[in-house]
Nanobody, 116 residues
Framework: QVQFVESGGGLVQPGGSLRLSCAAS????????MGWYRQAPGKQRELVAS???????NYHDSVKGRFTISTDNAKNTVYLQMNSLKPADTAVYYC??????????WGQGTLVTVSS
C-alpha cells in the first residue's frame, strides 16, 4: 500500500517562500504522475501542481509562475517550491498520485499559513 508523508509547512509572511517535501513509501514515480493538492478551510481539495514521467507538468492558474513541482525518483520524494506566497495560499497541502488520486493514500498533510 502506498503512503505519503508531507513536511515543510509553516507560518510565512506574504511574499515569502516555503519548500514542501513528500516522501512516498514505495517506488511509484515510474508508474504514476504525482501531484500536490491543497484544502483551505471550508473549501474543497484542489490539485495545484502535477508532474511525473507519465504526465505533462501542470499548474493551477492561481499558482502559475510562483510554484514549482519537482521529483527525485531516487529518493521517492516530490517537492513543491512555493514563492511569492499569498494569504490565499493558506491551506493544508497534501501529495498524492495525479491526475487521479489514490483515495486510500492520503497522508496527514502539512499546514501552510500565509499571514503577516
Amino acid at each position: 500500500q502506498v503512503q505519503f508523508v508531507e513536511s515543510g509547512g509553516g507560518l510565512v509572511q506574504p511574499g515569502g517562500s516555503l519548500r514542501l517535501s513528500c516522501a512516498a513509501s514505495g517506488s511509484i514515480f515510474s508508474r504514476y504522475g504525482m501531484g500536490w493538492y491543497r484544502q483551505a478551510p471550508g473549501k474543497q481539495r484542489e490539485l495545484v501542481a502535477s508532474s511525473g514521467s507519465l504526465i505533462i507538468t501542470n499548474y493551477h492558474d492561481s499558482v502559475k509562475g510562483r510554484f514549482t513541482i519537482s521529483t527525485d525518483n531516487a529518493k521517492n520524494t516530490v517537492y513543491l517550491q512555493m514563492n511569492s506566497l499569498k494569504p490565499a495560499d493558506t491551506a493544508v497541502y497534501y501529495c498524492n498520485t495525479a491526475p487521479k488520486y489514490r483515495a486510500d493514500a492520503w497522508g496527514q498533510g502539512t499546514l501552510v499559513t500565509v499571514s503577516s
